[in-house]
């Protein structure tokens, strides 16, 4: 199935019934007075969160949704019905982004969970409403009101522990097979992984942790390179950053250089992402011989002026990469309990939280303006082009006829 994690929709709630302006008659009653009822509420749109959903692939292809009206009032003080909620299931660690304003409506983070984001019309009055003292037979009723209508922006964003980063081909995918179930596709080519991947890692008896694999990125990333720096938003609800280095690149490349991209990248992304706790693993130690992989090691730790844990693993022969996935446990345990222990702690984390996404999606956004603005130049570009062309020009051709 096709990984979408980011689509716009329009959705419209259901308008309000109208009022009905009736008057009761019955055989010897003159003047039975008024006896319209009200109309119906409009119909309501709400997002509810499903754990059997993991993309938004089914909102690609139908994008409108609208709520049904309620129904208007009728004789005999009969109220119309009210309209049917409209609830659409997206999959859980879903944002929900009024397009037109950027504000963000909710997220949706829990299965079952409920997001009301289009507010269905009140309903019309009859005129039994309107009648009083001195008015015995109003003719006055009122129309329902109309339902909200929104242009909407749903991302996905996975919900994972711990997040890999790394240069295509460092062996992100071949970590996530080693530790976890999943099997992600491997080969050796760049951008093999084009959409982001999960698996559960099982440290202990109900001790488990879940990573997150996304596409690799390249230098320029930030700048729409290779396949950008969108799937980097999918990192902004980890815990933890694994930076995976390939220690013996194939094409003799310095992993120091490669380890600074990656680094430049991310702070492009989001400065505050480069703040996460970040840990560096040097991958395919298994390709070195053990002169040469301290070396190289702290060619990288010196490069990139590293403060933090260490880690040297071979992914494909699963060496050191138990080790690493306690350590990861050990932090997760520890980070709750200080969140619970330290509210300084909790508010600075939470306040992290805030500025990556809002930095995330201020830079996504930013390059989705640079491209439409792009489209549109070319576009006024050839229509300049064609304005300029004159039917004259064709009078000014000269034509040789050669035998």
């Known amino acids: 199935m096709k990984f979408v994690d980011e689509v716009a929709i329009y959705v419209k709630a259901g308008d309000g019934g109208n009022g009905c302006m009736s008057f009761r008659r019955e055989k010897f009653i003159e003047f039975g007075g008024p006896n319209g009822g009200d109309g119906g509420d409009g119909g309501s749109v709400y997002m509810e969160a499903d754990h059997n959903l993991n993309t938004l692939l089914d909102y690609r292809y139908q994008r409108r949704f609208l709520a049904k009206r309620g129904e208007n009032g009728r004789g005999s003080d009969c109220t119309g019905a009210r309209g049917e909620d409209l609830v659409l299931k997206v999959p859980v660690g879903t944002t929900v982004i009024d397009a037109d304003t950027q504000e963000v409506i909710g997220d949706l983070t829990e299965s079952g969970q409920r997001l009301l984001v289009a507010q269905g019309g009140w309903h019309g009055l009859g005129n039994t409403r309107f009648k009083s003292s001195t008015n015995r037979a109003p003719r006055q009723t009122t129309n329902g009101t109309p339902g909200e209508a929104r242009n909407l ?12 980063l790394g240069l295509p081909n460092a062996g992100k995918s071949t970590f996530i097979r080693s530790v976890s179930a999943a099997k992600p596709k491997v080969a050796d080519y760049p951008f093999t992984t ?18 997150a694999d996304i596409p690799g ?8 390179a290779g396949l950008g720096t969108r799937f980097l938003k999918h990192l902004t609800r980890t815990r933890l950053l694994l930076h995976i280095v390939d220690l013996a690149p194939i094409d003799q ?23 996460r706790d970040r840990w560096l693993v040097l991958n395919k130690i298994d390709q070195l011989l053990e002169c040469e992989r301290e070396e190289r090691k702290q060619a990288v730790v010196e490069r990139l002026d590293w403060k933090g844990p260490v880690f040297m693993v071979s992914a494909l022969d699963r060496e050191g990469t138990k080790e690493l996935s306690q350590a990861i446990m050990r932090y997760l345990d520890e980070r709750e309990l200080r969140i619970a222990e330290d509210s300084e ?16 999606r201020a830079h996504l956004q930013e390059l989705d303006d640079r491209r439409a603005l792009k489209r549109a130049g070319i576009k006024a570009q050839e229509e300049q082009d064609d304005d300029d062309w004159d039917e004259d020009d064709d009078d000014q051709a000269e034509v040789f006829y050669v035998r």
């Open 217 to 224: 990125l390249i230098e320029g990333a930030a700048e729409g």
């Open 253 to 275: 490349t310095d992993p120091a250089d490669a380890a600074q991209t990656i680094v430049e990248e991310i702070t492009a992304f989001s400065p505050s992402l480069a703040e």
């Open 194 to 211: 084009l959409a982001p991947n999960l698996g559960v890692v099982k440290v202990g008896t109900f001790k488990t942790f879940v990573v």
């Open 153 to 164: 922006k749903l991302e996905l964003k996975v919900l994972a522990d711990v997040g890999l």
């Open 345 to 360: 702690y909790a508010e600075y984390l939470a306040d992290l939280d805030q500025r990556i996404e809002a930095e995330g």
